[in-house]
């Protein structure tokens, strides 16, 4: 799937690109590599709750509480 996403992409970028390669990475085992797609799709939508709330499961998944915990406060600041 994230070949497919690539190559279909081309040139093109977009906040869903990013994000359902992310998704597609993550859902493979690939946390590291779905952080970063997810960092591109929060560039150009900061406030973008399910984005946030799977880059802080990422981060979960390789040890990096800290991190999660940034991107969970981003997360709860938004629900108020």
């Known amino acids: 799937a994230v070949d ?3 190559k279909a992409a081309g040139d093109y970028r977009s906040f ?3 994000f ?3 998704v597609a990475l993550q859902q493979a085992g690939k946390h590291a590599e779905s ?3 997810y960092k591109k799709a929060l ?3 900061p406030d973008n709750i399910q984005a946030l709330n799977n880059i802080a499961a990422a ?3 390789i040890g990096g509480r800290e991190e999660a915990f940034k991107y969970l406060e981003r997360l ?3 629900k108020k």
């Open 4 to 6: 497919y996403y690539r």
């Open 16 to 18: 869903a690109l990013f």
């Open 20 to 22: 359902n390669t992310g």
């Open 35 to 37: 952080i970063e797609e």
């Open 43 to 45: 560039r150009m939508e």
């Open 59 to 61: 981060f979960q998944h």
């Open 76 to 78: 709860e600041s938004l």
